[in-house]
């Protein structure tokens, strides 16, 4: 059925995405080496099968009294029939793809260690990951105070600027957002320990308490993203230990899983932060199920700015590499600094008329930042050096595969893919990735000896 709503240029551009991610799994599966199935190519492949096939395609086939996207049905988001502008993004995600491809089989860099962890010592990487973990906390409690105690209940939002003795954080100025975003420490810090525990079985009430922990303030965030970057790195650290592939059945279980949390916590999130349970209480299971495939409405948005530049819009150029190096820069200093405000510029331009003209909130995927510098050229150059990076990054697993904190690092860098794909605005992306997966190079460097 789905064929014949597809022109014949959609279905060629559809099957060429297919082709690729399925000559790539292909290759993975059939390799001597287990460990081929986590090679980094093919996390990029789930995160665009979601985003670039599962959404659209649903949305095709949801017409009438179907919706697709709340209060709407069909191919119509933010006011907006994309129906026609389809194919623009399952064209720039078959050239990224492919460029991402060419650059990681083409391009190989020569990377012999040179530092290795030949004896690692578990009771340090344990401490690292405690430490980080403190840290994370304490940063954030600087910022938010008393607070702190109120987020742990993300149920009951009216709460959340009440503070305890009148204490409700630091004026920390302009580093109030990395103290807030110190927080993601969390991460890395749960994810070492559970690595650790894996061989030595101790710690566990630790492990436990940091995630219900963190779990428990970032739905008071409603940031659903680290709650993914934390779950899958756990689940994928217990199948790499035992030498597993991942059972189809198995992603499917978590991917269901995780489509519905994603659907009850978009559903039920504030303008600010929790979660609203009276939402929750009237919310009927369709609801939810559509509440879900609302974050695939960055690939219409994407179809719909690679469609408008350069036809309507200019190309940006360098601007998000420049916001994205000027960015530690405080603006209260720096005032000359690039605004930063393309990501939401754009579709808010775009969307003007059948949104009512305010903001959209509408995101695009990285590959339409990517194209809004220079176009194709500039599609294809950062998806060959994409490539190259994460050729880079797998070599240096490879070496390391068997190294506990290693496989946390890797492995933090494979989940962080998902934020790196679906979110086009490489400043926000680069602040994220430093405190979610910089820290754990760090504890490498320290931990580690020359080889």
Known sequence: MILALLS????????????????????????????????????????????????????ILSVGEVANFVGTSGTTF??????????????????FYASL?????????????????????????RRWGSLLCWAGVAMYSLSNGGRILFLLN????????????????????????????????????IVIQFAVWLRQRKGMLEIFLWLVLAILLYLSEAFRYRILLLVIPIMLLWLFYNRRRPMLVLLLVFMVGFVSLNGLIGYARTQVR????????????????ISSFEEAGAFFTTSAVIHAVPAEHPFIGFEPLVTAALQPLPRKYFSWKPSGEYPSKLPDQIY????????????????????????????????????????????????????????????????????????????????????TVIPTFFVYLKLSHRS
């Not at 009216?158 to 993601?184: C, H, R």
């Not at 995927?365 to 194209?371: I, V």
Request: glycine letters at 8%.
């Open 352 to 435: 003007s008329e059948t949104w009512g003209g305010y903001k959209t909130h509408a995101a695009f995927l990285s590959y339409a930042e990517y194209y809004l510098m220079f176009g194709w050229y500039s599609l294809v150059t950062i998806g060959i050096i994409s490539g190259v990076v994460l050729r880079r990054l797998w070599k240096w697993f490879l070496w390391r595969q068997y190294e506990p904190l290693a496989q946390s690092i890797y492995l933090l860098n494979a989940s962080f893919i998902y934020v790196l794909v679906s979110r086009g605005y490489f400043a926000q992306t680069l602040a994220l990735y430093c405190f």
């Open 101 to 125: 491809l060419s650059g990681f089989y083409l391009f190989q860099p020569v990377c012999l260690p040179h530092r290795l962890m030949l004896k690692a010592d578990l009771s340090k990487i």
């Open 8 to 59: 014949p240029v959609e279905l060629a551009l559809i099957l060429g995405i297919i082709l690729l991610m399925g000559l790539e799994c292909w290759s993975a599966i059939r390799s001597r080496s287990w460990v081929q199935v986590y090679r980094p190519t093919l996390f990029v492949s789930v995160v665009l099968a979601f985003y670039v096939l599962v959404g659209p395609l649903r949305a």
């Open 274 to 289: 929790g979660l609203d349970v009276q939402k929750l209480a009237v919310a009927s299971p369709l609801e939810v199920i």
């Open 154 to 189: 993300p149920f009951n939002p009216g709460q959340f600027n009440q503070s305890i003795f009148g204490f409700s954080g630091f004026d920390l100025g302009v580093l109030t957002n990395y103290f807030n975003l110190a927080i993601n420490l969390l991460i890395p810090g």
């Open 78 to 95: 933010r006011g907006l029939d994309h129906r026609s502008l389809l194919i623009w993004g399952w064209l720039g995600a078959l050239v």
